[in-house]
């Protein structure tokens, strides 16, 4: 069993047994206790003690002789649809700029408390994201502007608009320049806002720029097709996908709608034993590289002459013309690469985040050659999701300095802090006459403009988008505006003097413009009633047109080298976008702050990644937090950051994400690592996010500590958790990988699950039997359950402080295995990390073992077992001993070291800790108080919940009753859950296929006989060695 | 309620039902051929009448609508009634007398019409007329002033007065025998005294006098006292410390004198009828003020407390009244479980709510109060596929009906989550 068996290891501390890491694995809960302040002379002392005990006892004895008066006020006239306590859910659509998401927002008592997907989408199938499901925290930011400002003072409406009015006038009658900036906006009918202020002003233009550009494919399509756009793309299509830096299931373009194909060609089962084969071309370790088959680092100065190399190695096979770009490379797989997609012609994708037209075009000319236009891209059916336009940014950086324009409407974008030349703009905005902003908060740029009109959060808007021609979408308030705040295209409108509601406007153009594309509703009341429940509202695109290749290759390869080199020497800087953070504007939201990036898994910071070898010879070591600051100096800019050594990163690079630095955007956000966004730079006439000359970094000796939980709840000498194999070996035997502890007993070896101690619970089970089962081929690490769980479960933020000290509380984590790709019998090569090593992701949440080892070690019984096969938790009984989380093998537990809510200390805890932010809680889900253990209850109140619909309707309950959070969110489905005892459920389904296949248990030999069930991960490799 | 105020209650409806059959006696029907006295039209009707009528009409008061009693004292043609309930503005319309002055009187409120056949409404009549002819009766029981505390006897309260007279005979009975044993010894020691031929021993016995300062000092009579004492003392400390937090009679003054007593007792409004979650949510909602207005639009308008809903409403200020029943956050209860699905009475929790002018926690609302129940209760399970397959596998092995407790209704996380 154990012949093929890889080393896997979370950290590098751990793989080398750093003996400071072994002393602190070894203990469940850190030793120290650093409750008052380090700073604080003296400290609580004893007698502080006493006395806080004394008034403690007067004050308890004092509260207990009369018992609170509690006031219960119901509604004046209740609404018809609200019925307190029974939820209300609303269709609607989360846009931030380009990234789409439809969804379904939970609301109880009037108020949004949760976002789920919208399965009746065909675009993102009711998949989520982390940051979307965050987003309804960010509607109870206590940072949001209250009502409409002038130079810093309130101000009315009526008045702004008078104002504002006078002054559009004023400049249009000068025959002055106006500018619109804003990043990508879906809403057709917010366009048409922004076009009536054109008719009103003349000379208004609608400047749109994205944090993260990706005009350069624009460029490219227009060159290579005559179309500039972005064509949609379908992996679910794709037998064979090459990535080339393109994190498309965390980052780029549309990564829910991406990561929803992607995991249908990453499943397999008896039934059906094929799968993509994923090839990753990257510098920085991203989530969609440490899911890919064979994964290459590269570096980016190589990133055009390779996809040169990869476009003349499948010319060569078609018989086309090569590039004169892309000779001499030498990477790993890529001839592999080119091999198996042209033997998959028209099953292949090929996608390359670069923001250069050259290799996007190139890029281009390699799916074209292999027929991938038509089947997994499709250019009749162009996104909308980047619409920025670098050349017109550029030009109006330019205007304003030169002084030619008199007025800006910042629609809600943030150009000062993330566009490149944000400084020039600050700058050149004093020169401004008119300067108003839309934005949502004092920000980087709204601090620096006149007039202030701020628009709703997308929680209390009407409004529409469209993600695809076609596609349209619907946003709807689920609560009343909690501001005097207005929304952006009505005030365009106000200002365009058309005094229409937005709402009506919004309406009528639905009448006139999407209603007569259909023909099931005969009333355009029904139509709108419909398309308001299903949030979307799609009609089939019919254009067919065939795209011919008519791309200036000769000129594509000339741009390649100039801009690129096969070699080169110096640093490299790679900016990226984290999976949570993102570009930065929802930067002020704790939950995405703390969430652990899918692959570092450091919270609360940017840090530069490096590789291994780069500190070794610079002499750093990493031990867990522990690091060092490094001084980054690119160009006349320099700052420091800390450094965390990152297996996988490509020697001479190094990563720093962007969506960090903010200065202004409030309390959670603000000083929390510090703003590249500065360091980008323009390559070919588009902003490029990597630099590749001019790069110096040294490293310092200042210590600096990166919160970071990647080796937090570390169980040693259990090399069985991760199972894994290869497609070839899955095919012969699905069981194939199988690692499974035997016991020897007098009747011959036996299963470790044979012999137990306990009866069990299982013959108890005849009502429900709750079970999960977990898809490692499916799961990508996106973290989406983590937020999800958070949401749901009003699972507490601690803060950097608290996560350096392990205490975390999030209930479901997912753990990110590295392995080795050494051979089992090389010793001493197992003991080197691996340059570019193995990722498994493993989602682990409270196992709800049937013999639960957390239960028999209570000595207040408020662990128990319920007939459901539930692991419950009363946290009223628990007294805080914490055995159960010490005799926990999983390590699911989690221990209220504070009381987080009402409690100043955590004031970045704001769902709990302001009265805005109380609004976001589940009401149904109690907030755990100081000095009890909490862990995931599978969602027991969506599971209560469920049966009793289904009891108030007389039936049994299903799958659609009852869903836990996490597989709920999943993009992927890689989570689903269930109750075993009904047939018709999917996870008795899946249990009853993959028994005898991928399924097993997490630490299966101990008996514990949990509840959740893996499914091997299967990699789509040749052999089950690492290297090709 | 007192056994002796419920007597005198009774009393007083005997007297009265005879007053008023007596005096129904003495009425002239002019119509009176034509309505039927049977039982079935009557009972048809009553329930015609809840159904449809109740929402606007009582039998004996002014609602929305007149008292219907009225048609029967006015003595209108049934032809009459029969038209106006089936288009009450075309008799306006056509300029009846009659139904002008009384659309008139009652604001220009429109009937709305009933597509009920000449027979169905007939019965409706032969129903008012019934009721009109047996009025109900009046309650008289003494009403607890605010302030005093509730009669808690409630349900129970009959059973308990029987064990207390019983258990006052019988110490009457007890402390009778004392009494007459001790009567008894002394005429034994009395006589014995008198025998000359007593032996020294048992003279001893007879001539030994009761000594106070020898049982005080004796330890196994101070060690009992002692040992009582504690017990008593402790036993009173633990019963206050688990009364600690416990509201049980918690009666506070709500700022408006709602009475459940006139709306749930004698109106039988259905508690659903304002409590609207109580069968599809955890809450049973306190009802918001635009239910009220469903009648009081029309009904004791000038009333001081009905003034106060007037003035919530105008001055948009949302009625605050006092939270009762306070579960901790950390306990989890559902009405919709248990009144939808469980079809619990509201009584079995809220008490003789019905009774009650001012409302006070009836029961403790402690964790062993809803245990108790979930091992005592059978579960409701006609009908309900859900439980189908469960008491199948019940049956099999247990004689005993399914209660609460057999699907899991002791478990923590039914409740706390």
Redesign the interface.
């Known amino acids: 069993m154990k012949d093929n068996k890889k080393t896997y290891w979370k950290g590098l501390e751990q793989l080398t047994n750093d003996p400071e890491f072994v002393k602190r694995s070894e203990k469940e809960f850190p030793e120290y206790l650093p409750i008052a302040e380090k700073n604080e002379e003296g400290g609580s002392s004893r007698r502080d003690f006493l006395k806080m005990m004394g008034f403690g006892i007067a004050a308890a004895s004092l509260a ?1 002789c009369e ?1 609170p ?10 609404p018809v649809d609200v ?4 939820p209300n859910y609303y269709a609607s659509t989360y846009a931030n700029g380009g990234d789409y998401c439809s969804i379904v927002v939970k609301t109880r008592e009037g108020r949004p408390i949760k976002i789920e997907g919208n399965k009746l989408s065909k675009i993102t199938k009711g998949g989520v994201s982390a940051q979307v499901e965050a987003s309804v925290l960010s509607l109870y930011d206590k940072e949001r502007l209250q009502g409409p400002l002038a130079n810093g003072k309130k101000i009315s409406w009526e008045d702004l608009d008078k104002e504002i009015i006078k002054e559009l006038d004023a400049i249009a009658s000068r025959g002055g320049q106006i500018r619109i900036v804003s990043n990508t906006v879906l809403s057709p009918t917010t366009k048409a806002a922004i076009a009536e202020l054109n008719n009103k002003y003349g000379k208004l233009e609608h400047v749109v720029y994205d944090p993260q550009s990706s005009y350069g494919m624009v460029l490219a399509n227009e060159k290579s097709f005559g179309k500039a756009v972005i064509p949609s793309y379908d992996f679910s299509k794709a037998e064979v996908i090459v990535g080339v830096g393109a994190d498309f299931l965390g980052t780029w373009l549309s990564p829910v709608e991406f990561t929803k194909q992607y995991s249908k060609t990453r499943k397999v089962s008896k039934k059906k034993p094929e799968m993509s084969r994923h090839f990753q071309f990257e510098s920085n370790l991203s989530l969609t590289g440490s899911n890919a088959d064979y994964r290459t680092t590269i570096k980016p100065s190589q990133e055009g002459q390779l996809v040169a190399a990869l476009y003349n190695l499948i010319a060569k096979k078609a018989g086309a013309p090569a590039m004169s770009a892309g000779k001499g490379l030498k990477v790993d797989n890529l001839e592999k690469a080119a091999k198996e997609l042209w033997a998959n012609r028209g099953k292949g994708l090929v996608v390359a985040s670069s923001n250069d037209e050259a290799v996007q075009m190139t890029v281009n000319a390699i799916n074209n050659l292999l027929g991938n236009y038509g089947s997994t891209i499709d250019l009749n059916l162009p996104v909308n999701y980047r619409q920025g336009d670098d050349k017109a940014m550029a030009k109006f950086v330019k205007d304003l300095q030169a002084g030619r324009v008199q007025g800006v409407i910042f629609f809600n974008s943030n150009p000062v802090y993330d566009y490149k030349d944000g400084a020039a703009i600050g700058k050149a905005l004093s020169k401004v006459k008119l300067t108003i902003a839309t934005n949502d908060r004092m920000d980087e740029t709204t601090s620096l403009v006149k007039y202030v009109a701020p628009d709703h959060h997308f929680l209390e808007s009407w409004n529409d988008a469209e993600p695809k021609p076609g596609h349209y979408s619907l946003s709807q308030p689920s609560i009343t505006p909690l501001f005097k705040t207005r929304q952006a295209g009505e005030s365009f409108l106000a200002w365009a003097g058309n005094k229409t509601e937005f709402y009506s406007y919004l309406n009528n153009r639905w009448k006139s413009d999407h209603f007569p594309q259909q023909s099931k509703q005969s009333s355009f009341d029904t139509f709108w009633k419909q398309s308001l429940y299903d949030g979307v509202f799609e009609v089939p695109v019919k254009e067919n047109a065939v795209f011919a290749f008519a791309g200036n290759l000769s000129g594509a390869a000339s741009a390649i080298n100039k801009n690129y080199k096969t070699n080169n020497s110096g640093v490299e800087v790679i900016l990226y976008q984290k999976v949570g953070i993102g570009s930065g504007n929802q930067a002020n939201n704790p939950w995405l702050q703390e969430m652990p990036d899918p692959i570092t898994k450091a919270t609360w910071d940017n840090y530069l990644t490096v590789s291994q070898s780069w500190a070794n010879e610079n002499g750093i070591k990493v031990i867990e937090e522990n690091t060092v600051l490094a001084n980054v100096t690119v160009g006349n800019q320099s700052f420091k950051v800390p450094v965390i050594v990152q297996p996988g990163q490509a020697d001479g690079t190094v990563g720093l994400a962007l969506g960090y630095g903010r200065t202004k955007a409030g309390k959670v956000a603000n000083g929390v690592g510090v703003n590249v966004y500065p360091l980008a730079n323009e390559v070919n006439g588009t902003v490029n996010y990597t630099i590749t000359s001019g790069v110096k970094i040294e490293a310092t000796t200042e210590a600096h500590t990166v919160a970071r939980t990647q080796t937090h709840e570390t169980y040693m000498e259990r090399h069985n958790v991760i199972q894994e194999t290869v497609l070839s070996e899955y095919k012969k035997d699905p069981k194939a990988g199988l690692d499974q502890m035997m016991i020897a007993t007098s009747q011959g070896t036996k299963k470790a699950t044979a012999i137990s101690l306990w009866k069990g619970h299982k013959q108890s089970y ?2 429900h039997h709750w079970m999960m089962a977990i898809d490692m081929n499916a799961c990508t690490g996106c973290g989406a359950c983590t937020v999800a769980c958070q949401v749901e479960n009003n699972v507490p933020v601690v803060g950097r402080d608290e996560v350096i000290n392990r205490r975390e509380m999030h209930w479901i984590r997912i753990d990110r295995y590295y392995s080795s790709d050494a051979a089992p019998e090389d010793l001493q090569g197992l003991e080197v990390a691996s340059k570019n090593p193995e990722v498994t992701f493993q989602p682990v949440m409270c196992q709800q073992c049937n013999n639960a080892p957390c239960e028999t070690v209570c000595p207040v019984a ?1 662990t ?1 077992h ?3 096969g ?1 692991n ?6 628990c007294i805080g001993t914490r055995y159960c989380a010490n005799n926990c093998p999983y390590k699911v537990r989690r221990f209220n070291w504070f009381k987080y809510f009402e409690n100043d200390k955590f004031d970045k805890n704001t769902p709990m800790n302001n009265d805005l932010g109380r609004m976001v809680l589940n009401p ?4 755990r108080s100081r000095g009890v253990m909490e862990k995931c ?1 599978f969602c ?2 969506r599971i ?1 919940y469920g ?2 619909s ?3 309707e ?4 299903t799958d659609e009753d009852i869903n836990t959070a996490c597989a709920q969110a999943c993009p992927a489905d890689a989570i689903v859950f269930g109750d075993v005892l009904n047939p018709e459920s999917k996870v008795a389904k899946i249990m009853k296929e993959e028994e005898e296949g991928r399924a097993y248990a997490m630490l299966e030999e101990l008996n514990v006989s949990p509840n959740v069930y893996y499914l091997r991960k299967v990699r789509n490799k040749d052999t089950q060695k690492n290297k090709a | 309620m007192s056994l002796k105020n419920s007597f005198a209650g009774y009393a007083l409806a005997l007297v009265l039902t005879c007053a008023t059959l007596l005096s129904a006696g003495t009425t002239v029907f002019a119509q009176a051929d034509q309505i039927p006295t049977d039982e079935q039209a009557i009972s048809n009707g009553k329930a015609l009448f809840e159904d449809n009528c109740t929402v606007c009409h009582s039998v004996h008061e002014r609602v929305v609508g007149p008292a219907l009693k009225q048609v029967i004292e006015e003595n209108r043609s049934l032809p009459w009634i029969i038209s106006f309930v089936q288009n009450s503005q075309k008799v306006i319309q056509s300029g009846d007398k009659d139904a002008v002055a009384l659309y008139n009187e009652f604001n220009k409120t429109e009937m709305p019409s009933f597509a009920f056949s000449p027979e169905q409404i007939t019965s409706i009549v032969a129903y008012i007329k019934h009721e009109t002819e047996n009025p109900p009766v009046k309650e008289v029981a003494e009403v607890p002033e605010g302030g005093t505390g509730p009669a808690v006897s409630g349900g129970t309260g009959v059973s308990s007065e029987y064990l207390t007279i019983l258990l006052v005979v019988l110490l009457v009975v007890l402390v009778l025998i004392l009494i007459v044993l001790a009567l008894i010894v002394s005429v034994l020691t009395g006589y014995l005294k008198k025998d000359q031929q007593l032996e020294e021993a048992d003279r001893e016995i007879v001539e030994s006098k009761f000594d106070l300062q020898k049982l005080l000092t004796n330890k196994a009579f101070l060690g009992f006292v002692v040992f009582a004492f504690t017990a008593i003392v402790l036993k009173t400390v633990i019963d206050g410390l688990f009364m ?2 416990i ?1 049980q009679n ?1 009666q ?1 003054k709500q700022p408006i004198a709602f009475s459940h007593k006139i709306h749930a007792g004698q109106m039988e409004i259905d508690c659903n009828y304002c409590h ?2 109580v069968r ?4 049973a ?7 009220c207005m469903n009648c009081h639009t029309e009904i004791k308008k000038d009333s001081p407390e009905i003034q106060k809903i007037y003035a ?2 105008e001055n ?8 009762i029943h ?1 579960l ?3 306990a ?1 209860f ?1 009405h ?2 248990h009144v ?2 469980g079809e619990v009475e509201c009584q079995t929790c809220h008490g003789p709510i019905e009774t009650m002018d001012v409302v006070y926690q009836y029961a403790d609302l402690t964790m062993g109060w809803c245990i108790n129940c979930h091992r005592e209760t059978e579960l409701n399970t006609e ?4 439980y189908t397959k ?1 008491v199948q ?1 019940h049956n099999e092995h247990s004689k005993e009906p399914m209660k609460v407790v057999d ?2 209704g002791l ?4 409740c ?2």
Do not use: F
Request: glycine share 6%; hydrophobic share 35%; with cysteine.
């Open positions: 207990a018992a008066v509690r006031k219960a006020i119901p509604y004046l006239n209740k019925d307190p306590g029974v005849n009502n408020a128990t319920s007939t459901e539930l419950m938790m009363a946290y009223n009984r149904d889900v109690v907030v209850t027991v109140q209560q049966k009793l289904a009891k108030k007389g039936r049994r309950p | 600690v937090g509201q918690y506070p609207t979650g599809k949510s955890k809450s909602n306190i009802p918001s003020a635009n239910i919530a409403l948009d200020q949302p009625i605050e009244w006092v939270r306070n901790p956050d950390l989890y559902n919709s479980q939808k699905v009908g309900n596929d859900y469960l596998l699907i899991g478990e923590c996380a039914k706390h989550y």
